[in-house]
């Protein structure tokens, strides 16, 4: 089961027609709705589960520019500027803090990477610095093996998948949106090129513009508009610990470990190199698409075989939209957690920090990542299907960039000029000739 997420409560009644219709309650798809409502129009966010109920509330908690693929910097450094600004926006608390995040280097091409992604992250407005020796003890509190040298990102920060976006919720309907929770949408009707509407389970509801930010989902959702998508899901196993005293407060990224600290006092704890992929058909349709990322990070990457191969071959045929969709006959995906990837971890862990010798696990959950062959989300128009806006394929990087995306998703809804150049998240670059590929890693 995943992690407790601060409940929203679901607005009765289902309007009839709306402004706009977001499908998904993630981290996207609430922030998309908050600055829908303040620009005027009425949106109603349809989520078939619960608002955060998959990857949304699930990640790793960072706020991070550090690493970032160049194509994300704009996105990322307004980013953070709206989550410092949620209280002006009306949001309670997100658990948001600048603690920093550093990633570890112990190679000499490692550091000479890092020094290069701070010299083209300066050109952006990112400050970012390579540090070593003390001024990485100083980071690394009470480690007995710190790196030699690291990327520091001191503006970079954390806050708490199981507040975030429920509180953003809140705060969009308090400015006039509709949040309708288990309520699936089975699809859209059109006619002529555009939308007409947006069936779900408990009424149709008139609308010209839709919103997809439905994570994991939007591959078969958008299948079934006679649209590609290359998209796959990655398992990611995420655990929380009883509250820790010592040790970093930074986010903290050297190989297996990857942790940042909780406002319980616990450890968010994962496995900072290792990613499962649970084979699907779709792990076949796309092989070529995906081959250069899997070519630059095969060595963090198993593959799995089961169950998540036979669901989703069940699920793949379209339904009418009169009947249960695949959307309603799993409310949430909830994968088991791997618990051998917390085991190293924790051993790690334990081993470099004498103050979390003690610390103890006590919940591990799993998700989908929703992975694009670019590694860099969809934040786009659709051209063959006019008013439809897809926000998707944030590979991990989601959370963080979420306020972003979202503000981005509502400069295209409403016509605005868009406050960060959305080219390099075109839909269209996965089918006209670019081949566009993940950036090199170090």
């Given at each position: 089961?995943?992690?407790?997420?601060?409940?929203?409560?679901?607005?009765?009644?289902?309007?009839?027609?709306?402004?706009?219709?977001?499908?998904?309650g993630?981290?996207?798809?609430?922030?998309?709705?908050?600055?829908?409502?303040?620009?005027?129009l009425?949106?109603?966010?349809?989520?078939?589960?619960?608002?955060?109920?998959?990857?949304?509330?699930?990640?790793?908690?960072?706020?991070?520019?550090?690493?970032?693929?160049?194509r994300?910097?704009?996105?990322?450094?307004?980013a953070m500027?709206?989550?410092?600004?949620?209280?002006?926006?009306?949001?309670?608390?997100?658990g948001?803090?600048?603690?920093?995040?550093?990633?570890?280097?112990?190679?000499?091409?490692?550091?000479?990477?890092?020094?290069?992604?701070?010299?083209?992250?300066?050109?952006?407005?990112?400050?970012?610095?390579?540090?070593?020796?003390?001024?990485?003890?100083?980071?690394?509190k009470?480690?007995l093996?710190?790196?030699?040298?690291?990327?520091?990102?001191?503006?970079?920060?954390?806050?708490?998948?199981?507040?975030?976006?429920?509180?953003?919720?809140?705060?969009?309907?308090?400015?006039?949106?509709?949040?309708?929770?288990?309520c699936?949408?089975r699809?859209?009707?059109?006619?002529?090129?555009?939308?007409?509407?947006v069936?779900?389970e408990?009424?149709?509801i008139?609308?010209?513009?839709?919103?997809?930010?439905?994570?994991?989902?939007?591959?078969?959702f958008?299948?079934?508009?006679?649209?590609?998508?290359?998209?796959?899901?990655?398992?990611?196993?995420?655990?929380?610990?009883?509250?820790?005293?010592?040790?970093?407060?930074?986010?903290?990224w050297?190989?297996?470990?990857?942790?940042?600290?909780?406002a319980?006092?616990?450890?968010?704890?994962?496995?900072?190199?290792?990613?499962?992929?649970?084979?699907?058909?779709d792990?076949?349709?796309?092989a070529?698409?995906?081959?250069?990322?899997?070519a630059?990070?095969?060595?963090?990457?198993?593959?799995?075989?089961?169950?998540?191969f036979?669901?989703d071959?069940?699920?793949w045929?379209?339904?009418?939209?009169?009947?249960?969709?695949?959307?309603?006959?799993?409310?949430?995906?909830?994968?088991?957690?791997?618990?051998?990837?917390?085991?190293?971890?924790?051993?790690?862990?334990?081993?470099?920090?004498?103050?979390?010798?003690?610390?103890?696990?006590?919940?591990?959950?799993?998700?989908?990542?929703?992975?694009?062959?670019?590694?860099?989300?969809?934040?786009?128009?659709?051209?063959?299907?006019?008013?439809?806006?897809?926000?998707?394929?944030?590979s991990?990087?989601?959370?963080?960039?979420?306020?972003?995306?979202?503000?981005?998703?509502?400069?295209?809804?409403t016509?605005a000029?868009?406050?960060?150049?959305?080219?390099?998240?075109r839909?269209?670059?996965?089918s006209?000739?670019?081949?566009?590929?993940?950036a090199?890693?170090?």
């Open positions: 089961m995943g992690p407790q997420v601060d409940p929203v409560a679901s607005d009765i009644v289902v309007p009839k027609e709306a402004d706009v219709v977001i499908v998904g993630g981290i996207v798809g609430t922030t998309a709705a908050l600055y829908l409502a303040e620009r005027g009425k949106p109603v966010l349809l989520e078939k589960g619960h608002i955060a109920g998959e990857q949304s509330s699930r990640n790793w908690g960072w706020v991070r520019q550090a690493d970032r693929d160049p994300e910097f704009d996105l990322i450094r307004e500027r709206l989550w410092r600004e949620m209280g002006a926006h009306g949001v309670g608390d997100t948001f803090r600048e603690t920093g995040i550093f990633f570890a280097a112990r190679r000499a091409r490692e550091i000479d990477g890092y020094r290069n992604w701070v010299k083209a992250a300066a050109g952006h407005g990112i400050s970012a610095e390579v540090i070593e020796g003390e001024a990485v003890k100083a980071v690394m009470d480690d093996s710190p790196p030699p040298a690291g990327l520091w990102c001191a503006s970079d920060g954390r806050a708490e998948p199981q507040k975030a976006a429920p509180a953003i919720a809140l705060a969009a309907r308090a400015k006039g949106a509709v949040i309708l929770t288990d699936a949408a699809g859209l009707e059109t006619a002529a090129g555009e939308i007409v509407s069936v779900t408990r009424g149709t008139r609308t010209k513009r839709v919103v997809l930010a439905a994570g994991a989902w939007s591959r078969r958008l299948k079934d508009l006679g649209l590609t998508l290359p998209q796959l899901k990655m398992r990611s196993t995420v655990s929380r610990t009883a509250p820790v005293t010592g040790g970093p407060d930074a986010g903290i050297d190989d297996v470990i990857g942790i940042r600290k909780r319980d006092g616990g450890l968010t704890v994962a496995n900072g190199i290792a990613n499962v992929a649970a084979l699907t058909p792990h076949f349709r796309f070529l698409d995906f081959l250069p990322a899997l630059s990070d095969w060595k963090h990457l198993s593959l799995g075989f089961g169950e998540r036979f669901r071959i069940d699920d045929p379209t339904r009418p939209l009169d009947k249960v969709s695949p959307y309603e006959k799993t409310r949430v995906l909830d994968p088991k957690p791997d618990l051998r990837f917390l085991r190293r971890t924790m051993g790690e862990l334990k081993r470099r920090f004498p103050p979390f010798r003690e610390a103890r696990i006590v919940q591990a959950w799993a998700g989908f990542i929703d992975v694009t062959p670019d590694v860099v989300p969809v934040i786009s128009e659709t051209e063959s299907l006019a008013g439809l806006v897809v926000a998707t394929g944030f991990g990087h989601g959370f963080g960039i979420g306020p972003g995306a979202g503000w981005l998703v509502a400069d295209l809804v016509g000029t868009p406050f960060v150049d959305p080219r390099h998240f839909l269209s670059r996965f006209d000739g670019s081949k566009p590929k993940p090199s890693r170090l």
